[in-house]
Each structure stands twice: as C-alpha cells, then as structure tokens.
C-alpha cells in the first residue's frame, strides 16, 4: 500500500514538473507588432549617383547603399525614373531570354543585434510578361564566425509566385524568429533562374518585432 502510494506521489510531482517547465518557455504572440522603424537604407531608391551623365538612370548604376550582381549575359539591373509607385526612382530586373546559369540580384547588408524577433519582410513589384521561375526577395542572416554562408534565410521562392503581368502590388510575409547569434541581415531581391521579362521594385520594407 506504501509502495502503492510512493509511486502515485512521484507521478503527481512528475506532472507538476513539466507542466511548470511548459510556462517557463516564452510564448510568442499570434499577431506580432512590429515597430514603425524600416532597417534598411534608402528603401525607396530614391537616392544615389548615376554613372552616366548623359543618360541617368537607364545605366547600370545602382542607387546608394545597394549591391547588384549579374550572373550570365541575359539578365539587367537598372535604376529607372520615372516608373515608381512612391516618389521618381524605382529598380528594374529584366531577362529577355531563358538562361538555366543566369540570374540577378540586388542586395543590402545591415548590422543586426535584436536575436529572437521576427521580421515583416515587404516589397512593392511590378511584374511585366515575367515568366519561368519569377521573382523573388529573401532576407539571409549572418554570424560573424560563418560570414560566407547564411545560417538563417527566409524567403519568397516557392511560397509567393511572382510572375505574370501585374501592376503594383505589395507582397510580404513575416519570418521565423532571428537565431541567436545572427550579427547582420542581407535583403536580396533577385530574378531567378529560366525567367524573362520585366520586374520594377520600389519602396522595401524590413521591420524588427517590437
């Protein structure tokens, strides 16, 4: 009986142990707030310097803050006028044949130290006869120690098809929390591989979880 008794108290503790255990962990909330503070610079491309005088903007000069790369001869990166859905400036990606090796991106890296938040991660684009693969924008996280390779990446591809004719429309989503250990965040917006047409960018966003 005494046994019988022992055993039934140590189940009860059991149970109360993790149930408490349960509690201690931090519960995210369903509808995160995210604070009205947009980390990157120069979201809207409004500022920069153009490498050609006599034609401003339809060069391959890119606004201030931001990096392209172009990989392959098909695809092109411009900053364009006057084909912007919030002030002059806006990006343009364009491929005019399907090159399975090619693609193109531009990106910003920031510092980055608020471990755990979430990210509302936003683009307004543009698509124009944009077939293949599409478009596609992504947020990469970095360590100090692993700098070449992203140990947190969170992305468009594959869930939000961006392709077809469109005008402005606003696609977003909201990531994972940033791993501890994350030092800096790359927003990239990229044409994918086997993709032509024409894609205009304007006004990004990327927020930190309050």
Do not use: H
């Not at 970095?142 to 947190?152: K, L």
């Not at 990446?153 to 940033?178: H, L």
Request: net charge negative.
């Amino acid at each position: 009986m005494n046994r019988i008794l022992l055993i039934s108290i140590l189940l009860v503790s059991t149970s109360i142990f993790v149930s408490c255990r349960e509690t201690e962990e931090p519960m995210l909330p369903d509808n995160p707030t995210f604070a009205d503070v947009n980390l990157l610079l120069n979201p809207g491309f409004e500022e920069g310097k153009a490498a050609n005088s006599i034609n401003p903007f339809e060069t391959d000069s890119i606004p201030a803050n931001w990096e392209d790369a172009l990989v392959g001869p098909t695809y092109q990166v411009r900053w364009v006028k006057d084909t912007a859905l919030v002030g002059e400036r806006s990006l343009r990606l364009s491929s005019n044949w399907v090159d399975p090796a090619a693609l193109a991106y531009v990106e910003q890296t920031i510092p980055f130290t608020q471990n755990g938040k979430r990210l509302k991660i936003s683009a307004l684009i543009q698509v124009q006869d944009v077939e293949g693969e599409g478009v596609a924008f992504e947020v990469l996280g970095n360590t100090d120690e692993n700098n070449n390779e992203a140990e947190f990446t969170q992305t468009t591809e594959m869930r939000i098809p961006i392709k077809g004719t469109a005008g402005w429309t606003s696609y977003g989503f909201t990531s994972d929390p940033v791993p501890d250990g994350i030092t800096s965040l790359t927003y990239r917006i990229y044409m994918l591989r086997s993709t032509t047409g024409f894609a205009y960018v304007d006004e990004v966003t990327l927020l930190a979880e309050e």
